[in-house]
């Protein structure tokens, strides 16, 4: 059983449009963590939310962690090609900074 | 430069044949850890730990082993590799006070 789900898996949409990814788990996270992954490269760390409710911006992208912090999306506005990659969550468990549990991954692919 | 790196980037063997992959960092962190990385199931934390001589264990721990003599280098370890443990291997580093992990190259291993 995954801890973390993330849907959808497969994303092919084209530039300017917008997206949203989720990551949905029954426990609670101490912590949530965004990554993006392109391929032949290991995941690069995106962003990091601790408290229920928390929303971040970094540039077009925005992360909102959920209330009850089991859940969180990712918002892409007007997506550009180099948005194209593999978009990981992963939580620590509350009690486990050390342990981190990585969501099943979305594919995203922009178009022209 | 800062970075992590991961020896072989690919390998190539057979069942039951002992194998190490290396990892080492050059950024004095005192956390490491390995993954493993699968289609549809994501990044699956083997082991990892927390300083020198100090390691325990992941999601996925059978099958592997490691070492942390030196706060640099975390070798993993498959005495008796078997073809389920072909896969994508990740090692990543970070500062036990911060959140951002710093992810290997990746090694691609194939056990027939």
């Known amino acids: 059983t995954q801890l973390l789900e993330q849907s959808p898996q497969f994303l092919s949409i084209q530039e300017g449009e917008n997206l949203t990814v989720y990551c949905n788990s029954s426990?609670?996270?101490?912590?949530l963590q965004w990554y993006r992954q392109e391929p032949g490269e290991g995941p690069v760390l995106l962003v990091t939310?601790?408290?229920?409710?928390e929303v971040k911006k970094l540039k077009r992208l925005t992360f909102q962690f959920g209330d009850a912090r089991k859940d969180s999306s990712l918002h892409i506005t007007a997506a550009q090609p180099g948005d194209t990659g593999l978009y990981l969550c992963?939580?620590?468990?509350?009690?486990?900074?050390?342990?981190?549990?990585f969501g099943t991954g979305t594919r995203l692919q922009v178009t022209l | 430069e800062a970075q992590v790196t991961q020896n072989p980037r690919y390998l190539i063997t057979v069942t039951g044949k002992k194998l190490t992959v290396t990892c080492s960092q050059n950024?004095?962190?005192?956390?490491m850890s390995w993954y493993r990385q699968d289609p549809g199931l994501g990044l699956r934390q083997i082991y990892y730990?927390?300083?020198?001589?100090?390691?325990d264990k992941g999601d996925v721990p059978e099958g592997y082993k490691v070492s942390r003599k030196e706060k640099r280098n975390f070798p993993l370890i498959l005495e008796s590799p078997s073809p389920n443990q072909t896969s994508l291997y990740f090692c990543?580093?970070?500062?036990?006070?911060?959140?951002?992990?710093?992810f290997g190259p990746g090694t691609r291993l194939t056990v027939l």
């Open positions: 939310v601790v408290t229920g409710g």
């Open positions: 950024m004095n962190h005192e956390y």
């Open positions: 990543a580093s970070k500062y036990l006070s911060t959140d951002t992990q710093y």
């Open positions: 730990s927390m300083n020198v001589e100090v390691t």
């Open positions: 992963a939580g620590s468990l509350t009690g486990t900074a050390s342990k981190l549990t």
């Open positions: 426990s609670v996270f101490s912590s």
